[in-house]
């Protein structure tokens, strides 16, 4: 009984917090919701392409350069001691390299923003 009585006050409370903390959102007087999403996107469109170029592309292309040299040493070290080179990975690894530090200048385009 215990063990109800507390699952019964922790969803009283969650339901007491977030009708305390959320808010009623109108989509103005017509009631057109579509412009009034369509009005947040473009407001916010902007704040997004300066976060992705300047936060994601470069994380993503710094795990890549890790990840294809570090490819690139086992691929040697792999090469010395059984004599054939397998290019497979390192290549892959460079080409979504290459693919991610372009991706910033015609990314945009393609999504048409």
Not at 4 to 20: D, E, T
Not at 50 to 77: E, R
């Amino acid at each position: 009984m215990k063990k109800k009585s507390k699952w019964i006050v922790m969803m009283v409370m969650a339901f007491a917090l977030s009708l305390m903390f959320s808010m009623t959102v109108c989509a103005g007087g017509t009631g057109d919701v579509a412009s009034a999403i369509e009005g947040t996107w473009n407001d916010a469109s902007a704040q997004i392409k300066t976060v992705v170029n300047k936060v994601v592309f470069p994380a993503i292309d710094l795990i890549l350069a890790v990840f294809f040299f570090g490819k690139l040493g086992t691929a040697y070290f792999d090469y010395r001691k059984h004599g054939q080179f397998e290019w497979a990975a390192p290549a892959i690894l460079f080409a979504c390299l290459v693919f991610t530090l372009t991706a910033p200048t015609y990314i945009w385009t393609i999504l048409g923003m």
